[in-house]
């Protein structure tokens, strides 16, 4: 009989130890859940780390929401926007329109913060892309000089540009300046002049300035 009493007491031990264990993990993980906190943030996209010969034209969506969750309230008052990044590769883009898939292993946001969820998880980018040529100038004029000076030549400085020309165009042989009236001009000079860039070229250098020489002699 003790035997069989010391077995019915050591399963009733058990069975309230169980059921005490049970109650505290409850009690545990709910008082845990409570202390959980979640947010989101509207991240802009960066379009940075673009190769050179690579235009973005037109991108969306222009930014991307993130759902965060950490412990305490308190946690979110130092966190802004900006300290989450998406690391996008535009690395392989093409002319046309691209396709570019958000993930969660690109997204970075502070320390002890989960991320819970993020939308939309596609880019649609719209680029073109370019290749390098180097295209002489050709000084263009209209009008006539005097009848006794002649115009012996019309020289650009710098003879020639470095451009980003549209993948899929030929480049031309030369880029015009816009055309110099001859009608008042009696003596050599140098003048600045615009350029006459196909549609689409980029010069490389966009700070770079072209001027014309004119050399003007009398008639012999």
Request: glycine content about 4%; hydrophobic content about 40%; overall charge neutral.
């Amino acid at each position: 009989k003790e035997n069989k009493l010391t077995k019915i007491i050591k399963q009733d031990f058990l069975l309230r130890l169980g059921s005490m264990t049970a109650a505290w993990l409850i009690w545990f993980f709910a008082a845990y859940q409570a202390g959980i906190v979640e947010k989101t943030y509207s991240v802009p996209l960066e379009i940075t780390k673009i190769p050179k010969n690579v235009v973005i034209q037109e991108y969306s969506p222009k930014e991307v929401k993130i759902k965060v969750s950490t412990r305490g309230e308190d946690s979110f008052k130092e966190i802004s926007v900006k300290d989450f990044k998406i690391d996008l590769d535009f690395s392989k883009l093409q002319s046309g329109v691209n396709k570019l898939q958000i993930s969660k292993n690109i997204i970075t946001g502070p320390a002890n913060f989960s991320i819970i969820s993020f939308e939309p998880a596609t880019l649609l980018l719209t680029a073109q892309k370019y290749y390098p040529a180097e295209i002489p100038i050709s000084v263009k004029t209209t009008g006539k000089l005097k009848t006794n000076l002649s115009l012996i030549a019309a020289e650009a400085e710098p003879k020639s540009l470095k451009v980003w020309v549209p993948e899929g165009v030929e480049a031309s042989t030369e880029i015009s300046t816009e055309p110099i009236d001859l009608t008042d001009k009696s003596e050599s000079t140098v003048l600045p002049v615009t350029l006459l860039l196909p549609e689409g070229w980029r010069l490389a250098d966009e700070a770079v300035s072209v001027s014309a020489a004119l050399t003007i002699e009398p008639t012999k």
